[in-house]
């Protein structure tokens, strides 16, 4: 096999069945076109092989048809023009010169066909201008055009531009989930050999590639100490070993626009304090006791950039800068999507420092596009407006060992080219000086009410915690879990409701976890009495209350609350001083409990009350007149002897 051959059969394995994944308008909904060319660049006098692809989704029989192929004969010399090509803004299914024809055979229902054609660019007039051109395909059935897809390559001639600084940042992240801490078991799985996060690491190694690390998995692998597994350590001595740049992102991946437009003063900032102990050096004894193994060295894991916010691309509102500034974010990632300026790479944008993605450059990587994605680097290195830099967002939710595998091959591709070179995005952040203008992006109405809630939940459990001991043992694990639920990668995951559900239900439980018991009707027997009222704490350490109560009625006055404390688990009684206003009646007592500070907690509670006062006098009644009467028998008793000459009497 010759090298151009291989090298085209690595560009075909590379590209499958990407190429331009951008939604086109079709005649028929029920029919998908994708062209991919065989190699991402051509030269006068060459001519370029592309594969069309027909998926008929539909409930019947395609019938033959054929595929027109065309080409517009100016390069495409912006990113701007690059986006609007594959908008296809212009509605037009054959754009540009005529090029060939190829025959599509039938495609029965649920069914795809591939046709090769290689294609005579020499109808396409390019010219002697390097740049990007577009390349068109329409599909049609028996003369009617049924659907249609746009591609394009790099034409490249004698004059070269100058070589575009091209900076990929990639999410080192575990699948979405809803702990706030991985188990051993969990990363024991994703840093094997075939683990996602190992073949993360693989796409980064020996690439210009940012490492953008979630928190959560050094927390996870920290708070297991010295039970950390072996493989999860040698994983972890990897990424510190790698020479690439790298910042931390939010824990779990948050979403950090939802939260900014859901309404909160700053970002949430989870804490490992509960489940990770600092190490503190011990004083050296003269008779030295066994002790724990140390925690792992390789856990303290140090970035190269720090304080960077990483929005969701296309999620960005302009309020949600000072949100991140804040939170004590000081440099950010935005989408292109996002922002407008004179400088597209970076820029400042809210005062913070920022990079940009090109969005269409993102999307050819997300889909593994090596065609559209060399077209975007190469439209970068002729536009000025992207001042020599290329900054990509790569796959934030690919889990798949074949998608991260084919990212690496395109990476290769793509670095290949002799219009790329490897940049850095603090170089990037350095040049960072034009103002960015932020266009707004707001996320879904519906995502930002989910978020609310779960935020406002939190906030009530952070409340709620005010009555333990150690209120971090409650807030750490709760904020946990919530990023963990707000994480980037649920977004598109139909399980997302699934995991919110689950998210409220534990809160839920941890508020009632502390409550009143409930009793059945109390007989208060006198004016005065201390009402017993049981407390159940069903946490794992001691809290602390203040038990009140509100009559129902004027039958009863309360005159006071009691403070409480009860251990782990247990129950304990609170005796709340009462007075009675009726002889008799009945009241019913609201029993609610709140923290020192005043915050409520849990459910009011109504329980019963029979007030008998009137007893208490009839009871003092009875047993005066049983006295009396046991006083005047003795005495009439005595009498009697006395009478009848009793010898006792004498």
Same mark, same amino acid.
């Given at each position: 096999? +010759?090298?151009?051959?291989?090298?085209?059969?690595?560009?075909?394995?590379?590209?499958?069945?990407?190429?331009?994944?951008?939604?086109?308008?079709?005649?028929?909904?029920?029919?998908?076109?994708?062209?991919?060319? *065989?190699?991402?660049?051509?030269?006068?006098?060459?001519?370029?092989?592309? %594969?069309?692809?027909?998926?008929?989704?539909?409930?019947?029989?395609?019938?033959?048809?054929? #595929?027109?192929?065309?080409?517009?004969?100016?390069?495409?010399?912006?990113?701007?023009?690059?986006? #609007?090509?594959?908008? #296809?803004?212009?509605?037009?299914?054959?754009p540009g010169r005529y090029?060939?024809?190829?025959?599509?055979?039938?495609?029965?229902?649920?069914?795809?066909?591939?046709?090769?054609?290689?294609?005579?660019?020499?109808?396409?007039?390019?010219?002697?201008?390097?740049?990007?051109?577009?390349?068109?395909?329409?599909?049609?059935?028996?003369?009617?055009?049924?659907?249609?897809?746009?591609?394009?390559?790099?034409?490249?001639?004698?004059?070269?531009?100058?070589?575009?600084?091209?900076?990929?940042?990639?999410?080192?992240?575990?699948?979405?989930? %809803?702990?706030?801490?991985?188990? *051993?078991?969990?990363?024991?799985? =994703?840093?094997? &050999?075939?683990?996602?996060?190992?073949?993360?690491?693989?796409?980064?190694?020996?690439?210009?590639?940012?490492?953008?690390?979630?928190?959560?998995?050094?927390?996870?692998?920290?708070?297991?100490?010295?039970?950390?597994?072996?493989?999860?350590?040698?994983?972890?001595?990897?990424?510190?070993? =790698?020479?690439?740049?790298?910042?931390?992102?939010?824990?779990?991946?948050?979403?950090?626009?939802?939260?900014?437009?859901?309404?909160?003063? @700053? =970002?949430?900032?989870? +804490?490992?304090?509960?489940?990770?102990?600092?190490?503190?050096?011990?004083?050296?004894?003269?008779?030295?006791?066994?002790?724990?193994?140390?925690?792992?060295?390789?856990?303290v894991f140090t970035p190269?950039?720090?304080?960077?916010?990483?929005?969701?691309?296309?999620?960005?509102?302009?309020?949600?800068?000072?949100?991140?500034?804040?939170?004590?974010?000081?440099?950010?990632?935005?989408?292109?999507?996002?922002?407008?300026?004179?400088?597209?790479?970076a820029g400042v944008a809210?005062?913070?420092?920022?990079?940009?993605?090109?969005?269409? =450059?993102?999307?050819?990587?997300?889909?593994?596009?090596?065609?559209?994605?060399?077209?975007? !680097?190469?439209?970068?290195?002729?536009?000025?407006?992207?001042?020599?830099?290329?900054?990509?967002?790569?796959?934030?939710? %690919?889990?798949?060992?074949?998608?991260?595998?084919?990212?690496?091959?395109?990476?290769?591709?793509?670095?290949?080219?002799?219009?790329?070179?490897?940049?850095?995005?603090? +170089?990037?952040?350095?040049?960072?000086?034009?103002?960015?203008?932020?266009?707004?992006?707001?996320?879904?109405?519906?995502?930002?009410?989910?978020?609310?809630?779960?935020?406002?939940?939190?906030?009530?459990?952070?409340?709620?915690?005010?009555?333990?001991?150690?209120?971090? !043992?409650?807030?750490?694990?709760?904020?946990?879990?919530?990023?963990?639920? !707000?994480?980037?990668?649920?977004?598109?995951?139909?399980?997302?409701?699934?995991?919110?559900?689950?998210?409220?239900?534990?809160?839920?439980?941890?508020?009632?976890?502390?409550?009143?018991?409930?009793?059945?009707?109390?007989?208060?027997?006198?004016?005065? @009495?201390?009402?017993? !009222?049981?407390?159940?704490?069903?946490?794992?350490?001691?809290? %602390?209350?203040?038990?009140?109560?509100?009559?129902?009625?004027?039958?009863?006055?309360?005159?006071?609350?009691?403070?409480?404390?009860?251990?782990?688990?247990?129950?304990?009684?609170?005796?709340? &001083?009462?007075? #009675?206003?009726?002889?008799?009646?009945?009241?019913?007592?609201?029993?609610?409990?709140?923290?020192?500070?005043?915050?409520?907690?849990?459910?009011?509670?109504?329980?019963?009350?029979?007030?008998?006062?009137?007893?208490?006098?009839?009871?003092?009644?009875?047993?005066?007149?049983?006295?009396?009467?046991?006083?005047?028998?003795?005495?009439?008793?005595?009498?009697?002897?006395?009478?009848?000459?009793?010898?006792?009497?004498?």
């Open positions: 096999m +010759s090298f151009s051959a291989a090298f085209v059969a690595l560009l075909l394995l590379v590209a499958g069945l990407a190429s331009s994944n951008l939604p086109q308008a079709h005649a028929d909904e029920s029919v998908s076109v994708v062209l991919t060319p *065989a190699t991402v660049s051509a030269s006068p006098g060459q001519n370029l092989t592309v %594969t069309v692809n027909v998926t008929n989704s539909g409930s019947g029989t395609l019938t033959a048809g054929e #595929a027109i192929f065309t080409a517009p004969s100016a390069a495409l010399s912006t990113v701007a023009d690059l986006d #609007a090509w594959f908008a #296809a803004e212009d509605n037009d299914a054959q090029l060939a024809t190829a025959d599509v055979p039938e495609i029965a229902a649920g069914k795809s066909a591939d046709v090769v054609i290689e294609l005579p660019l020499s109808s396409g007039r390019f010219g002697g201008i390097w740049g990007v051109r577009g390349l068109a395909v329409d599909y049609q059935v028996g003369g009617d055009s049924v659907g249609s897809a746009r591609s394009s390559f790099v034409w490249t001639t004698a004059v070269t531009p100058e070589k575009t600084a091209f900076t990929g940042i990639l999410p080192i992240v575990p699948p979405p989930s %809803t702990s706030g801490l991985l188990t *051993a078991e969990e990363l024991t799985e =994703l840093t094997g &050999p075939s683990g996602i996060l190992t073949r993360q690491l693989d796409v980064a190694r020996g690439r210009p590639v940012v490492l953008a690390v979630d928190p959560r998995i050094l927390a996870s692998i920290e708070a297991l100490g010295d039970k950390a597994p072996e493989s999860v350590l040698s994983w972890l001595g990897v990424l510190t070993s =790698l020479p690439n740049e790298s910042f931390l992102l939010a824990y779990a991946d948050a979403d950090i626009s939802a939260q900014a437009q859901s309404g909160a003063s @700053a =970002l949430i900032s989870p +804490s490992t304090t509960d489940v990770i102990v600092p190490v503190v050096e011990a004083v050296p004894s003269a008779t030295p006791s066994p002790t724990a193994a140390p925690l792992p060295t390789a856990a190269t950039l720090n304080d960077v916010a990483w929005p969701v691309a296309s999620s960005v509102i302009g309020s949600d800068l000072g949100i991140f500034s804040t939170s004590g974010l000081t440099t950010a990632i935005l989408s292109s999507t996002n922002v407008n300026g004179n400088d597209m790479s809210g005062g913070l420092p920022s990079v940009v993605t090109l969005s269409g =450059l993102s999307s050819a990587l997300n889909h593994n596009d090596v065609s559209r994605a060399a077209s975007y !680097l190469a439209v970068s290195s002729v536009d000025e407006s992207q001042g020599g830099r290329s900054f990509a967002a790569l796959p934030r939710e %690919t889990f798949s060992i074949t998608g991260l595998t084919k990212l690496g091959l395109t990476l290769d591709t793509l670095l290949a080219q002799e219009w790329v070179s490897t940049g850095t995005m603090s +170089s990037g952040l350095a040049s960072a000086s034009s103002a960015l203008e932020i266009v707004d992006s707001p996320e879904s109405s519906h995502r930002i009410s989910v978020v609310s809630n779960l935020l406002a939940r939190n906030a009530a459990v952070s409340a709620f915690s005010t009555i333990a001991e150690d209120p971090s !043992l409650i807030t750490n694990p709760a904020t946990r879990e919530l990023a963990a639920v !707000l994480s980037v990668g649920w977004l598109g995951n139909s399980d997302w409701s699934t995991a919110v559900g689950e998210s409220l239900r534990s809160s839920e439980k941890v508020l009632k976890s502390v409550s009143v018991v409930t009793s059945s009707t109390i007989n208060m027997v006198g004016g005065q @009495a201390n009402i017993p !009222l049981s407390v159940y704490n069903g946490l794992l350490q001691p809290v %602390t209350v203040v038990v009140n109560a509100d009559p129902n009625n004027a039958r009863l006055i309360v005159k006071g609350s009691e403070k409480v404390t009860i251990q782990p688990e247990s129950q304990a009684k609170a005796q709340i &001083p009462v007075q #009675a206003q009726v002889s008799n009646g009945s009241s019913v007592l609201t029993v609610s409990l709140q923290s020192v500070d005043g915050v409520a907690i849990g459910e009011p509670v109504s329980i019963p009350i029979n007030v008998r006062a009137d007893w208490e006098t009839w009871g003092l009644g009875a047993v005066a007149l049983a006295f009396v009467g046991l006083l005047t028998a003795g005495v009439i008793r005595t009498l009697r002897r006395r009478k009848t000459g009793s010898p006792e009497a004498s």
